[in-house]
């Protein structure tokens, strides 16, 4: 089986630290510095084996050094960054390994921690040759925020420039001032509280959240349950009301988000009652009647045996995003979109790039309420970083708008 790394992953963060380097090497095109770039052939030694892999690099143009690391000896693969250099050394993050290397113009030599055990390593340049696809991500930044990311992800906008979200299972507000997005913490007992992504209500009153009480204190089903968050302030929560068990299971309801009309979109692992259960990760809309949830499918043949998440929904209810992985072909989460004609949806279709890439997980697609942009989680830096592109950028979903706005 392929080791994949995948959108239900909480990638650790990755820093570049002190990456401006008078000696650094030709431009690339004019477009800042190239610290790093090419393919490298990377061999681990362990006791019974020489284990090769194969790195693909390349540097952005705000200097973040990141790229794709694959072997077929142990079939694994995962995005890799770079979290510091030094005048002499190197150092990567791939999920949770790390790599420390020698800085050298030709053989470097140091350890690769993989899966809890220090083997020694060598990486040595092969090609200035990268994919295309990675070679085309360097001019596509993440939000540029005011605190560190940790496992930042789950955008839930409130408009183009302003955002819930979550990073360090806090949730914050972020508002876009220049290049830089400043943050705001949102207030809740955290001691009492972990909370993973969240959903804004069409009124903006009300953050649903998927997540976990840290005590008995409070409701909990399992894995992790639906809690609404009523805001007394756009930073400021009043009242967490756990949602009934017609909603929330014994295993993981994640990834929840509002439909315009004030229904919820749901994302779960588990059994919901009344309903047949197609795989490991499956959607449904829940219409809201007061304090009642409905539970039903959004579309009969929708949920495949494969994973399919984070379902949300434009500002119209005509286009509807999720994602879905194929861990049988090999596929990472891949970011799917809908569109609605009378009282039927489409059949789903890859939204491509510069949204999803062949080489990493994208996931967690949202639009902003006046449709411009759109918000999306990808690890293809190395780490899980909040993207934002206008819908005009997008082909796959500016042709869908096109066809709604006519």
């Not at 820093?15 to 770039?37: F, K, R, T, V, W």
């Not at 055990?117 to 930044?141: C, G, I, N, Y």
């Not at 009642?292 to 998440?309: D, F, H, K, S």
């Not at 990808?378 to 006519?406: C, M, V, W, Y």
Request: net charge negative; proline share 6%.
């Amino acid at each position: 089986m392929k080791i994949l790394i995948h959108a239900l992953a909480i990638i650790t963060p990755v820093l570049l630290i002190g990456c401006s380097m008078s000696d650094a090497p030709e431009n690339y095109d004019d477009q800042g510095p190239n610290i790093m770039s090419g393919t490298f052939e990377l061999t681990m030694e362990t006791d019974s084996m020489d284990i090769s892999f194969s790195v693909e690099l390349v540097t952005a143009v705000d200097s973040a050094v990141y790229g794709y690391i694959e072997s077929e000896t142990v079939d694994y693969e995962a995005p890799i960054g770079l979290d510091s250099l030094t005048t002499d050394s190197l150092y990567f993050r791939t999920y949770t390994h790390h790599l420390a290397l020698s800085r050298s113009d030709t053989v470097m030599d140091g350890q690769f921690d993989f899966f809890d055990t220090f083997h020694p390593a060598t990486m040595t340049k092969r090609s200035d040759d990268v994919r295309t696809s990675l070679l085309a991500t360097r001019e596509q930044l993440p939000l540029k925020l005011d605190i560190e990311a940790k496992g930042m992800a789950w955008a839930a906008p409130l408009s183009g420039d302003r955002t819930y979200l979550v990073n360090d299972n806090l949730i914050y507000l972020a508002e876009k001032e220049g290049d830089l997005w400043n943050t705001t913490f949102v207030e809740y007992d955290t001691t009492a509280w972990d909370f993973y992504s969240i959903g804004l209500s069409p009124d903006q009153d009300r953050l649903l959240a998927h997540g976990v009480p840290k005590t008995d204190a409070y409701p909990h089903e399992g894995g992790g349950d639906y809690y609404m968050l009523t805001l007394d302030t756009p930073t400021s929560v009043g009242n967490i009301t756990h949602l009934p068990s017609s909603v929330n299971t014994d295993s993981y309801d994640i990834f929840p988000a509002f439909t315009p009309d004030g229904n919820v979109l749901l994302s779960t692992w588990g059994k919901v009652e009344g309903l047949d259960q197609a795989g490991r990760g499956d959607l449904y809309l829940a219409e809201v009647d007061g304090g009642n949830y409905t539970v039903r499918p959004i579309m009969e043949g929708l949920n495949t045996e494969q994973p399919e998440a984070g379902a949300s929904m434009g500002p119209n209810g005509d286009i509807l995003l999720f994602h879905r992985s194929d861990r049988d072909q090999g596929f990472p989460d891949r970011i799917f979109k809908m569109e609605k004609t009378d009282s039927e949806w489409s059949e789903p279709e890859l939204v491509g790039p510069p949204v999803t890439r062949d080489f990493t997980y994208t996931y967690g697609g949202r639009i902003d309420p006046t449709g411009e942009y759109l918000f999306f989680n990808s690890g293809f830096r190395g780490q899980t970083e909040i993207f934002k592109i206008p819908i005009s950028d997008i082909p796959d979903l500016a042709n869908s708008f096109n066809n709604h706005n006519q």
